[in-house]
């Protein structure tokens, strides 16, 4: 392909290396992560309103169900987006693996395009699985089979570990770290009392 973009020689190996950078998609991972995070922190703010319960069954308000039906619906969409950028990079994969077969490259362009592609698709496949797992993993802890006591810390747990920033200072004082929970929850909005929770959580590891 590159042999029909090429004006001057010269140009050639320039449009060989921009075509080997581009012809495997992005993942579009941070965006994914930003937009998970996003959900995460309503959904935090919304079982710290609720108790943990998102039905009425359990005794959420109805204005809670309503928004928890619209953070569901939310993450369909993601999941949904997610199950196909993790087909099509399955296929990028199988056809940087078939690169020899490949009737418009050579068979030393075709060792090199499968030597530097494969592990790039490969690597990018894995990314967005992970999302999908998280995503997969957020959708089922909003569910009702799960305990409402249980379903805060597993959500927090959730992002820590696929999306937290590592046990970071979030810059509460000492006195502050040794609020009862019932304390943190009354002083703090619920975004500070959810980050409140990370550090507390992130000191005790570390003790």
Known sequence: LQDCLWSLPEEKDAIQDWLWANVIPRSSKTQVDFLLAGLQTQASELLIKSGGCVSAEEGAAADVVAQVAGIKLELEKVRSM??????????????????????????????SARQML?????????????SL?????????????????????????LFESEYGPGGKDEGFTAA?????????????????????KRQRKAASRRA
């Open 82 to 111: 997610l199950q196909q950028r993790v087909a099509t990079m399955a296929a990028h994969q199988k056809e940087m693996q078939e690169a020899e077969g490949h009737l418009w490259l050579d068979p030393v362009q075709a060792t």
């Open 133 to 157: 797992v998280a995503t997969v993993a957020f959708e089922n802890i909003l569910q009702d089979s799960m305990s409402a006591d249980l379903r805060s810390s597993v959500l927090d747990t």
């Open 118 to 130: 494969l592990p790039v698709a490969t690597a990018r496949r894995e990314e967005l699985e992970a």
């Open 176 to 196: 502050e770290m040794e609020w009862s929970m019932k304390e943190a929850k009354k002083e703090l909005t619920p975004e500070r009392f959810r980050q409140w």
